[in-house]
């Protein structure tokens, strides 16, 4: 987005727009008022796309009600995994169960994890500045990505290794019932955590059309992914060892225990996987639904002062946070000065919704073709 001199400071007017920190365009906008012209509405999320995408609903800014809704997702879930993590760590070296070993580990993993996703959340909100004028949104993805790669190493690894060395040197387990206990409160708590995910997410995907995993699976906002897999894999996982316990019991074999913890590592590593892809996916930049970019461009079109447009680029720049690219041919004849003028009032009128980082327009060249939607 271009803009010129310094950010300067937020009227109560241009607040809302992004509540703690100040949009790019902000200067051009104070300057148009005190030159005495007309700032134009924003157009791009209220007219075209509102409710159309995640990224471009006027209440799912980092900071917004969507953005709060994240960090009450991961406390919830620290909670449940921190209170999970001990009961099953007492219980595994009560029982003896490979199978709760795993587990714990597992559980204290997610819980480091939680840590991980809430500094992700702090540092993606921090204001742009002029070394990163769209903000800092990818640190999201940067510190998921560290959450995920956690999960793999301390979940994972620890689950298999401790299933091969079941294996090799088999022990048997002893108070089946404590087992059962721990692992039956433990998926109750789990089971708390995974539905605020839920309560989180549900909304989004009627509002996109989608179903709640493809929802998870294509959503902005890593928090969220990262808390709904977390859980989705420690109920399973809770599942496995219970399975794995109970098999010991009946058998006094350690052997489906020890089977139970590699499997159980074998799925976590499977969902960390899933997530470092994803999150690597946002970071080298990853386009907005196809939906959003065409329902912008009708948004454009429909913009009395813009003729045709040519090229259009939205990339996810951070949670529900995009920045837009783009080439349009405007309507008249004006000297060079008064299109320059022209094209920062329609960016301006871009980045006033509170999903847009920022918004660089360029003219067309009479011979590209226009886009269709």
Same mark, same amino acid.
């Given at each position: 987005?271009?803009?010129?001199?310094?950010?300067?400071?937020?009227?109560?007017?241009?607040?809302?727009?992004?509540?703690?920190?100040?949009?790019?365009?902000?200067?051009?906008?104070?300057?148009?008022?005190?030159?005495?012209?007309?700032?134009?509405?924003?157009?791009?999320?209220?007219?075209?796309?509102?409710?159309?995408?995640?990224?471009?609903?006027?209440?799912?800014?980092?900071?917004?009600?969507?953005?709060?809704?994240?960090?009450?997702?991961?406390?919830?879930?620290?909670?449940?995994?921190?209170?999970?993590?001990?009961?099953?760590?007492?219980?595994?070296?009560?029982?003896?169960? *490979?199978?709760?070993?795993?587990?714990?580990?597992?559980?204290?993993?997610?819980?480091?994890?939680?840590?991980?996703?809430?500094?992700?959340?702090?540092?993606?909100?921090?204001?742009?500045?002029?070394?990163?004028?769209?903000?800092?949104?990818?640190?999201?993805?940067?510190?998921?990505?560290?959450?995920?790669?956690?999960?793999?190493?301390?979940?994972?690894?620890?689950?298999?290794?401790?299933?091969? $060395?079941?294996?090799?040197?088999?022990?048997?387990?002893?108070?089946?019932?404590?087992?059962?206990?721990?692992?039956?409160?433990?998926?109750?708590?789990?089971?708390?955590?995974?539905?605020?995910?839920?309560? $989180?997410?549900?909304?989004?995907?009627?509002?996109?059309?989608?179903?709640?995993?493809?929802?998870?699976?294509?959503?902005?906002?890593?928090?969220?992914?990262?808390?709904?897999?977390?859980?989705?894999?420690?109920?399973?996982?809770?599942?496995?060892?219970?399975?794995?316990?109970?098999?010991?019991?009946?058998?006094?074999?350690?052997?489906?225990?020890?089977?139970?913890?590699?499997?159980?590592?074998?799925?976590?590593?499977?969902?960390?996987?899933?997530?470092?892809?994803?999150?690597?996916?946002?970071?080298?930049? $990853?386009?907005?639904?196809?939906?959003?970019?065409?329902?912008?461009?009708?948004?454009?079109?429909?913009?009395?002062?813009?003729?045709?447009?040519?090229?259009?680029?939205?990339?996810?720049?951070?949670?529900?946070?995009?920045?837009?690219?783009?080439?349009?041919?405007?309507?008249?004849?004006?000297?060079?000065?008064?299109?320059?003028?022209?094209?920062?009032?329609?960016?301006?009128?871009?980045?006033?919704?509170? *999903?847009?980082?920022?918004?660089?327009?360029?003219?067309?060249?009479?011979?590209?073709?226009?886009?269709?939607?």
């Amino acid at each position: 987005m271009r803009a010129r001199g310094d950010l300067g400071k937020p009227e109560a007017g241009a607040a809302w727009l992004f509540p703690g920190r100040v949009p790019m365009c902000y200067h051009w906008l104070m300057e148009q008022e005190q030159e005495g012209g007309q700032v134009p509405a924003p157009f791009l999320a209220e007219r075209a796309v509102r409710g159309s995408h995640d990224l471009l609903r006027s209440d799912s800014g980092p900071t917004g009600p969507a953005g709060s809704e994240s960090v009450t997702t991961v406390l919830v879930a620290f909670g449940a995994n921190v209170l999970v993590a001990a009961a099953k760590s007492v219980a595994a070296l009560v029982t003896g169960s *490979a199978s709760l070993l795993a587990e714990a580990a597992h559980s204290w993993a997610d819980a480091g994890n939680e840590v991980f996703l809430l500094i992700a959340s702090r540092r993606a909100r921090r204001p742009p500045d002029l070394g990163h004028p769209f903000g800092h949104g990818r640190e999201a993805y940067v510190w998921s990505l560290f959450a995920a790669l956690g999960l793999f190493v301390a979940g994972a690894a620890v689950s298999v290794t401790r299933g091969i $060395q079941e294996l090799l040197t088999p022990e048997p387990a002893s108070h089946f019932v404590i087992g059962y206990i721990v692992l039956a409160v433990s998926f109750v708590l789990e089971g708390i955590s995974f539905m605020q995910s839920v309560r $989180q997410a549900k909304p989004e995907a009627d509002a996109m059309q989608r179903d709640l995993i493809e929802h998870v699976l294509v959503t902005s906002d890593p928090t969220l992914r990262a808390v709904f897999a977390e859980d989705s894999a420690a109920l399973t996982g809770l599942l496995i060892a219970v399975a794995g316990l109970a098999a010991h019991q009946l058998t006094g074999s350690p052997i489906p225990d020890a089977v139970g913890s590699i499997v159980i590592g074998v799925l976590l590593a499977v969902t960390a996987i899933v997530l470092i892809n994803i999150n690597r996916r946002f970071l080298v930049g $990853q386009e907005a639904d196809p939906r959003v970019r065409a329902a912008a461009i009708r948004a454009l079109l429909d913009a009395p002062e813009v003729a045709r447009v040519t090229y259009l680029r939205l990339e996810i720049v951070g949670p529900r946070m995009i920045s837009v690219v783009g080439d349009v041919d405007l309507t008249g004849d004006n000297n060079e000065p008064r299109l320059a003028v022209r094209l920062r009032a329609l960016e301006a009128r871009i980045c006033a919704s509170p *999903a847009v980082a920022g918004a660089v327009l360029s003219l067309s060249a009479p011979d590209e073709p226009t886009l269709e939607v």
